[in-house]
Nanobody
């Protein structure tokens, strides 16, 4: 099990950028595939981006492809989400999640550990 803590959320104007970070505790971070999800008020949690244990494989939701970039630094137990060209529809609480078993990046039920989330608000 790892504890995950997100940071970097905030208020930004449409077209702006934010970089989210997710710091993990423990010495097994490199054995976890990681994902970012988001949840807007009144909506279900949705997949945003995922990254493999080594960082060699990434996967994105169509809605963020070309605008968001997921990366990780295993030496620092941290995963990042660089968000560019933000839109009001990107407004949500963003969560990072980790899983040890192989599986589909986009399925939230396959993740073992979750952070508390960080709010991202994009104004028009």
């Amino acid at each position: 099990q790892v504890q995950l803590v997100e940071s970097g959320g905030g208020l930004v104007q449409a077209g702006g950028s934010l970089r989210l970070s997710c710091a993990a505790s423990g010495r097994t971070f490199s054995s976890y595939a990681m994902g970012w999800f988001r949840q807007a008020p009144g909506k279900e949690r949705e997949f945003v981006a995922g990254i493999s244990r080594s960082g060699a494989i990434t996967y994105y939701a169509d809605s963020v492809k070309g605008r968001f970039t997921i990366s990780r630094e295993n030496a620092k137990n941290t995963v990042f989400l660089q968000m560019n060209s933000l839109k009001p529809e990107d407004t949500a609480v963003y969560f990072c999640a980790g899983r040890r078993a192989s599986g589909a990046f986009y399925r939230p039920g396959e993740y073992d550990d979750w952070g508390q989330g960080t709010q991202v608000t994009v104004s028009s």
